[in-house]
Each structure stands twice: as C-alpha cells, then as structure tokens.
C-alpha cells in the first residue's frame, strides 16, 4: 500500500455527518434528571445510542481513511487505527484515551456483547458529546497539513441521510 493524498471530500462528507448526527443527540436535555427521564422513552433511548453509533462509525472510517492515506496502513480495527493515527503524532495521546472507549462503546452496540447500560449511556451523553467536536477540530487540522481545508457538503441538514 501507498501513501496518498487525503480525500478531502470523502473526509468532509463524514464530518459533516457526525455533525449532523451530534447536533441531533445535543438537542437531548443536559440536565440528569430530565436526560434520565426521556432515556426511559425506549424509542429516545435506542434513538440516542443508535446516534452515538453512527457518530463513533464515521470517526473510525475517518479513521481508516487517515491511516491509509497518509500512512498507508491498513488498521485490523478501529482502535489500532486511533493508535496508528496517535503513534505517527497525527492525534494527541490524550484524545487516543478518549478514542478507545468510544470504539469499544460502538463495539458493544453492534455486536450486541452485553446489552447497553442505560447509565453509561447517560454519562456519555451528559458528559462526551464534546468528544465529537473535539474529534472534528484534530481531523481538520490533520486534513489541513498536506493540502487545505476539508470540503464540506454545505451547513448541515437535519433531513439529509448517509
């Protein structure tokens, strides 16, 4: 494999995805008792962890992108890949310990290894949703370094699907 240049498209494409994705779970109250009583809606509830899945998918394909464009590597998963991306200085270390909860967050949604903890779910999205900013500013810094800004599809639209 062959290190190339960035896909700034396809990269903006995936931002502005978790951005819009993210905006959708930062409409949820901020407040515990209220954020706890609107998870017990299961439809709000499965509602939120399913947003929290796909904003965690589009940073590890993000990811995955990174590393074989600017690596040329090819991550066995999605945490190697935060830690490809960290141990090449591409990502603090400290945002590689925010990287790796996330992934194994996602992991445990998809392939159904425990069930979901209701309070985890809470603590993430009372206490985590700024991750995602943060993931979106280090990745357009990155993108930035070999050739310009990431292009984006436009301000986000609530309606628009990936």
């Known amino acids: 494999m062959t290190a190339g240049r960035v896909d700034t498209g396809a990269v903006g494409g995936r931002l502005d995805y978790l951005h819009r994705q993210a905006e959708l779970l930062r409409q949820l109250p901020t407040d515990q008792g209220k954020l706890a009583e609107k998870l017990r809606d299961p439809f709000v509830y499965n509602g939120a962890v399913h947003l929290l899945q796909t904003c965690i998918e589009a940073l590890i394909d993000i990811a995955y992108h990174l590393c074989a464009r600017l690596h040329a590597t090819a991550p066995e998963n999605g945490v190697q890949a935060f830690e490809i991306l960290?141990?090449?200085g591409d990502l603090p270390q400290d945002f590689l310990r925010r990287a790796i909860p996330m992934v194994r967050f996602r992991n445990?949604?998809?392939h159904g290894y425990l069930p979901t903890d209701p309070a985890a779910v809470q603590r993430i999205i009372s206490g985590h949703l700024e991750d995602f900013a943060v993931a979106e500013r280090l990745i357009?810094?990155?993108v930035?370094?070999?050739g310009g800004e990431?292009?984006?599809?436009?301000?986000?639209?609530?309606?628009k699907g990936d």
Do not use: C, D, N, T
């Open 86 to 88: 960290a141990s090449h």
């Open 144 to 146: 930035a370094r070999p």
């Open 150 to 159: 990431v292009r984006s599809e436009g301000p986000p639209q609530p309606g």
């Open 140 to 142: 357009r810094a990155i």
């Open 108 to 110: 445990l949604v998809v």
